[in-house]
C-alpha cells in the first residue's frame, strides 16, 4: 500500500503543480508524472484541497485551478470505493466534504464553480446511503416536517395519515380539496412546506444559521400568504386573514372527502376513511366546536345507528355473520363492538381478512350515505352487500390476506 501524504508533503505538492506548468517540457513531464503516480496515495486529494483553499495562495489563480482540476479528476476515479483500487478513504472523504462546504464563497469564479460541480457529484454519489436522511425523511417525517405538516392540516381543520413517500403524498394532494373556496391555498401548501424545509436545510448545512421551530412555523404561513397573494387568486391582508378562510366547515369537508372517494384506489380510500372515521370519534365523544354541533344535530341520526343499526347496516352485518356462521349480539356503540372485535377471531387463516371488516362496513356505509346526501343516487340493499364484499375482497388482497380472483371463490375461503 502506498505510503499516505500529509501536510509536510505540501511543499512537493506545489512544486509539482508548479512545474507542470511549466514551459519547458524537460521540467513538465517529470513533474506530471509524479502528479500521475500520487493520485492514488491516500491524502492526495487532502493535500490538493489545501492547496486550492490557502489564503496565501490567493493571488496565484493558476497554480490553484490547475490544482482544482487533478482534484476534480481524482475525486471521478477514486470517489467511488471499487474493486480495482482502494479509493477515498472514509475518514478523509468526512474531511473534504467538511472542506468543500466552508469553501463554498470562493471568490475566484472558475474555481468556485469547480467546487460547486464536485459537491454535487459528490452528492450524487454518496445520497442517500452516506447522508443519513432520505428524501422522504426530510420532507415528510423528521422532527421539523412533522411540525409543519401537522399546522397545516390543522389550518384546514383536517386529519391526514402521511404516506411513506412525496410522491404518494403529492397523488393524493392533487385530487385534494378544490371545491372549497380555498382549494387553491390547499394548492399551495405541499410545495411552500417544501421549499421551507430545504431552505432551512441549506441554512443550516451551507450558512451556519438555524431558525427555531416557532420561527419556521412563521416563515412558513409567511411564505404561504405571499404565495397567495402573488398567485392572483387571493388578496389576503394579513396572515390572519387567510387562516380564517382556510377553515372547512364539516358539511364542505364530508363533501370534499366522498367526491375523493369515488375515483380512489383501495390504499388511497382507506386514507380517506380514517380521516373520516376519526371525525366521527371526534363527534361520538362530544367535543364539538360550533360548527361541529350544528352539523351533528342536523345529520339527525347518531354514528352509532348509521354504522350499527340502521337497515343497511343490519343487513350487512347480518350478510357478514352469515358467511362465518356465527351469532353475534351487536353492541349499542362503535368504539365497543371495535373492543370486542380484535380478540374475536381465533381461526388464524381469516383472521386478517376478519380484522379488515369492520373498517370496511363503515367505509361502505359512509360511501352510500355521501352518495344518497350529495349525490342523489341510491343503492338498494343487494347492492350495498356486492359493493362489501368487492371491497372486502380487494382490501384483503391488498393486504396479502387472499388471492381470490372471483367473489364466489372469496366467500368459500371464508365460509
Not at 52 to 74: G, W
Not at 99 to 128: C, F, T, W
Not at 358 to 366: G, N
Amino acid at each position: 500500500m502506498a505510503m499516505a501524504l500529509s501536510a509536510s508533503d505540501l511543499p512537493a505538492m506545489y512544486s509539482l503543480l508548479t512545474n507542470s506548468m511549466s514551459g519547458d517540457e524537460s521540467v513538465r513531464k517529470p513533474a506530471e508524472s509524479a502528479l500521475a503516480q500520487s493520485e492514488s496515495r491516500p491524502g492526495f486529494c487532502s493535500c490538493l484541497m489545501e492547496v486550492i483553499t490557502a489564503k496565501d495562495l490567493a493571488s496565484q489563480v493558476d497554480i490553484r485551478l490547475l490544482a482544482s482540476v487533478y482534484f476534480k479528476n481524482s475525486i471521478n476515479r477514486y470517489w467511488r470505493n471499487r474493486r480495482d483500487s482502494s479509493g477515498i478513504s472514509n475518514d478523509e472523504k468526512v474531511h473534504l466534504r467538511q472542506k468543500l462546504l466552508l469553501h463554498l464563497r470562493e471568490e475566484n469564479y472558475q474555481i468556485a464553480l469547480m467546487l460547486a460541480v464536485l459537491i454535487s457529484k459528490i452528492a450524487r454519489i454518496d445520497y442517500p446511503k452516506e447522508c443519513g436522511e432520505s428524501i422522504d425523511h426530510l420532507f415528510l417525517h423528521c422532527p421539523i416536517a412533522r411540525d409543519l405538516w401537522s399546522l397545516a392540516f390543522s389550518a384546514f381543520g383536517v386529519w391526514w395519515v402521511m404516506p411513506c413517500h412525496i410522491l404518494a403524498l403529492l397523488h393524493c394532494w392533487s385530487t385534494g380539496f378544490k371545491r372549497h373556496r380555498s382549494g387553491h391555498l390547499w394548492d399551495f401548501i405541499a410545495h411552500c412546506v417544501m421549499w421551507v424545509i430545504w431552505r432551512e436545510r441549506n441554512a443550516r448545512s451551507f450558512e451556519d444559521t438555524e431558525r427555531t421551530v416557532p420561527g419556521l412555523k412563521q416563515f412558513f404561513l409567511t411564505s404561504l400568504f405571499e404565495w397567495a397573494n402573488a398567485s392572483g387568486h387571493y388578496h389576503f391582508l394579513s396572515v390572519h386573514e387567510m387562516l380564517s378562510s382556510c377553515c372547512f366547515s364539516l358539511p364542505e369537508l364530508f363533501s370534499a372527502l366522498a367526491q375523493q372517494l369515488q375515483s380512489a384506489d383501495v390504499l388511497t380510500s382507506h386514507r380517506i376513511f380514517m380521516i373520516i372515521f376519526r371525525t366521527l370519534k371526534e363527534l361520538s365523544t362530544k367535543r364539538l366546536t360550533s360548527d361541529q354541533r350544528n352539523f351533528a344535530e342536523g345529520c339527525g341520526e347518531s354514528i352509532a345507528h348509521l354504522l350499527l343499526h340502521c337497515l343497511a347496516a343490519r343487513e350487512v352485518w347480518s350478510f357478514i355473520f352469515s358467511m362465518f356462521n356465527i351469532l353475534w349480539v351487536m353492541p349499542s356503540g362503535v368504539m365497543d363492538l371495535l373492543y370486542c372485535w380484535g380478540h374475536s377471531c381465533c381461526n388464524v387463516r381469516v383472521r386478517k381478512i376478519w380484522d379488515l371488516i369492520p373498517s370496511c362496513v363503515f367505509w361502505c356505509l359512509w360511501r352510500e350515505r355521501n352518495s344518497r346526501s350529495f349525490e342523489g343516487k341510491e343503492n338498494n340493499l343487494m347492492e350495498i352487500k356486492l359493493i362489501f364484499i368487492r371491497t372486502l375482497m380487494e382490501w384483503s388482497k391488498a393486504a396479502g390476506a387472499t388471492h381470490c380472483t372471483t367473489i364466489l371463490d372469496f366467500i368459500s375461503s371464508i365460509a
